[in-house]
T-cell receptor, first 110, second 115 residues
Framework: QKEVEQDPGPLSVPEGAIVSLNCTYS??????FMWYRQYSRKGPELLMY????GNKEDGRFTAQVDKSSKYISLFIRDSQPSDSATYLC??????????FGKGTTLSVSS | EPEVTQTPSHQVTQMGQEVILRCVPI?????FYWYRQILGQKVEFLVS????????KSEIFDDQFSVERPDGSNFTLKIRSTKLEDSAMYFC?????????????FGPGTRLTVT
């Protein structure tokens, strides 16, 4: 079983749609759950992180963690063309390397 | 807003040559990282560096790789004898432990092409 699984997509949605991005993981020791956004040929940019199970909201973005199922999600409300990018889930234990998913490529059309 | 910078943006080298990739982390950050991303694959951790020492490294980071902080601002990754499979985007990242251990800020990357 892979440590992190993420559907690569691509995912295409119309502007204004609600987008759901997901990852599963197998390592129970992961403590931090993150979402990064990466535009083409750029470095990953941290969007949000959570430490425990539950939801965290930041504007149009909501991160959800279910530790019992080892499943994390990122929801984007009212998606915009500028949200078109690759979204990477990432995990780590405190102070150590980030373990990334392969990323889901999202395209939002106007 | 402070950001991580990397030079060069693109490096082409021949197999067997040495390359040095350079990074300037955010000035008040204490932890430094190198990651790589082979085209079409996931971002992979190479090494972390704190207090002038390697704090963690992956299996990828073998004897061909080394890191250095030659002065107060630069952080470098050296590949001694490049192989074709070293072709990838190399990302430097830094973090300020006081703000939380997970906020690693990435630079724009150096595209390394080994021919």
């Amino acid at each position: 079983q892979k440590e992190v699984e993420q559907d690569p997509g691509p995912l295409s949605v119309p502007e204004g749609a609600i987008v759901s991005l997901n990852c599963t993981y197998s390592n129970s020791a992961f403590q931090y759950f993150m979402w990064y956004r990466q535009y083409s040929r750029k470095g990953p940019e941290l969007l949000m992180y959570t430490y425990s199970s539950g939801n965290k909201e930041d504007g149009r973005f909501t991160a959800q963690v279910d530790k019992s199922s080892k499943y994390i999600s990122l929801f984007i409300r009212d998606s915009q063309p500028s949200d078109s990018a690759t979204y990477l889930c990432a995990f780590n234990q405190a102070g150590t390397a980030l373990i990334f998913g392969k990323g889901t490529t999202l395209s939002v059309s106007s | 807003e402070p950001e991580v910078t990397q030079t060069p943006s693109h490096q082409v080298t021949q197999m067997g040559q040495e390359v040095i990739l350079r990074c300037v982390p955010i000035s008040n950050h204490l932890y430094f990282y190198w990651y790589r991303q082979i085209l079409g694959q996931k971002v992979e951790f190479l090494v972390s560096f704190y207090n002038n020492e390697i704090s963690e490294k992956s299996e990828i980071f073998d004897d061909q790789f080394s890191v250095e902080r030659p002065d107060g601002s630069n952080f470098t990754l050296k590949i001694r004898s490049t192989k074709l499979e070293d072709s990838a985007m190399y990302f430097c990242a830094s973090s300020d432990r006081d703000r939380g251990p997970v906020e690693q800020y990435f630079g724009p990357g150096t595209r390394l092409t080994v021919t």
